[in-house]
DNA sequence: TTAATTGTGATAGTAAAGCTATTAATGTAA
DNA sequence: TTACATTAATAGCTTTACTATCACAATTAA
């Protein structure tokens, strides 16, 4: 399937709209494919600059800095997740193979899951599993806060945990469990790459590995 | 208790051991608090020179850059965990109790488990939360593991390990469930603190929330 | 005792990163 | 046609990250 997504995205998080002009989504394009080949410590607006044939102060029109522009990305990845999720999940009867699709989505059997688009999702996906947890982890956390720029994160929580709580109307940790379920297949798809020894991961389970995890530890805090 | 750790660092972490000489040691304890205060984004080696009166290139004789002072200091807490852990389970009978114990230790119920040393403990903890797991999550995670520097941290997991294993030798994940526990504890006590809404934490169960959160999230995954 | 060696921190840089004030060009409205 | 507003480019500045070299003191060697 091939579809436009366009989120609302909170305005806070850029100083003019990276959609409304053609400069913008290639600032926004090209820097999927730069975070993602340099990571976000090495990652310069000049070296993004350079590779879209502009210059620095552009690039500075439309982002306040890197940091912004990663959240932008993340944001973007939140509001994905969240339609897939939809997506994906309703034609579903029950909640708990509405449960087992969203940790499906999250271990990235991609082939099946996967929504395409104008970005490079594959990039994106990487990026937020490494750099993803970037965008809160720091000192400034409270103000980003304040104006919302979480907010689409929150809303996937709420809605995973919503669906925990209509699997099992007792347990009392649904927003905890679904902010877990979303960090840990994270860290694990980046463990099982990089850490293996940090997980049970070997050759013959690899492919499947995360997921089967990841249900073992939700279904069982749930049932 | 008041102890002076002194745990075996691997060398490839600093250019000189910082250990010892006088100028060495103030680096390290001065930086915990400066990047505690500033995070690791803001902290800089000039900062950290001007604070201590010595010079930046000073400081560029005993760590090559500021990620490797701060892996330098997360490892000092891996080391720090895993002597902690070893303490406080040591007269304990039972595997549950000795699980429990380690549960207590990663939910910073503090004023019990703290160990004292000459090093400022409570921004190291606060470091460890907030930047942790920066030290691995970025593009050089492959070179840096070829070096061991990632051992402690093996270590760490493989010791929790090993008592999930005698507690409930049939349980398939005990490596991604230690790894887990760790990563998951750092996230939520930063969760609970600034985004609460990724948790079910209130007024109320404040104080012991995290507690109860992992205590039940680790226990139904091996019973 | 003097000369050579070694280990240390200080000085003084450079290149790149991060950001901004100003200017120039283009499009729109009166 | 002129005034105004929007947008990008130029050229800069400050800070960060890092390094080459120097100076000094302690140690050892002749």
Same mark, same amino acid.
């Given at each position: 399937?091939?579809?436009?997504?366009?989120?609302?995205?909170?305005?806070?998080?850029?100083?003019?709209?990276?959609?409304?002009?053609?400069?913008?989504?290639?600032?926004?394009?090209?820097?999927?494919?730069?975070?993602?080949?340099?990571?976000?410590?090495?990652?310069?607006?000049? $070296?993004?600059?350079?590779?879209?044939?502009? &210059?620095?102060?552009?690039?500075?029109?439309?982002?306040?800095?890197?940091?912004?522009?990663?959240?932008?990305?993340?944001s973007w990845?939140?509001?994905?997740?969240?339609?897939?999720?939809?997506?994906?999940?309703?034609?579903?009867?029950?909640?708990?193979?509405?449960?087992?699709?969203?940790?499906?989505?999250l271990s990235?059997?991609?082939?099946?899951?996967?929504?395409?688009?104008?970005?490079?999702?594959?990039?994106?996906?990487?990026? +937020?599993?490494?750099?993803g947890n970037?965008?809160?982890?720091? &000192?400034?956390?409270?103000?980003?806060?304040?104006?919302?720029?979480?907010?689409?994160? $929150?809303?996937?929580?709420?809605?995973?945990?919503?669906?925990?709580?209509?699997?099992?109307?007792?347990?009392?940790?649904?927003?905890?469990?679904?902010? &877990?379920? +979303?960090?840990?297949?994270?860290?694990?798809?980046?463990?099982?790459?990089?850490?293996?020894?940090?997980?049970? +991961?070997?050759?013959?389970?690899?492919?499947?590995?995360?997921?089967?995890?990841?249900?073992?530890?939700?279904?069982?805090?749930?049932?």
């Amino acid at each position: 399937m091939v579809a436009n997504f366009s989120f609302h995205i909170n305005p806070h998080l850029f100083k003019k709209n990276p959609e409304e002009s053609a400069i913008g989504r290639e600032i926004v394009s090209n820097s999927i494919d730069l975070i993602n080949n340099l990571g976000i410590e090495n990652f310069t607006f000049k $070296k993004l600059a350079t590779k879209i044939q502009h &210059t620095e102060a552009t690039i500075y029109r439309y982002f306040e800095n890197k940091q912004m522009l990663l959240l932008y990305i993340v944001s973007w990845y939140w509001h994905y997740l969240d339609f897939l999720i939809d997506y994906k999940i309703q034609n579903l009867a029950e909640p708990k193979q509405k449960i087992q699709e969203i940790i499906s989505i999250l271990s990235q059997n991609l082939s099946e899951t996967k929504l395409t688009s104008y970005y490079n999702m594959a990039a994106i996906f990487e990026i +937020v599993i490494r750099e993803g947890n970037k965008v809160y982890l720091h &000192t400034e956390v409270k103000e980003i806060n304040k104006i919302q720029l979480y907010k689409p994160y $929150k809303d996937l929580c709420e809605k995973i945990s919503l669906l925990f709580q209509t699997y099992n109307s007792s347990y009392k940790f649904s927003h905890s469990l679904a902010s &877990t379920l +979303v960090e840990t297949s994270h860290l694990h798809i980046f463990f099982t790459e990089n850490l293996p020894r940090l997980t049970d +991961v070997n050759e013959e389970n690899k492919n499947s590995y995360t997921h089967h995890f990841l249900s073992d530890l939700i279904f069982k805090s749930l049932n």
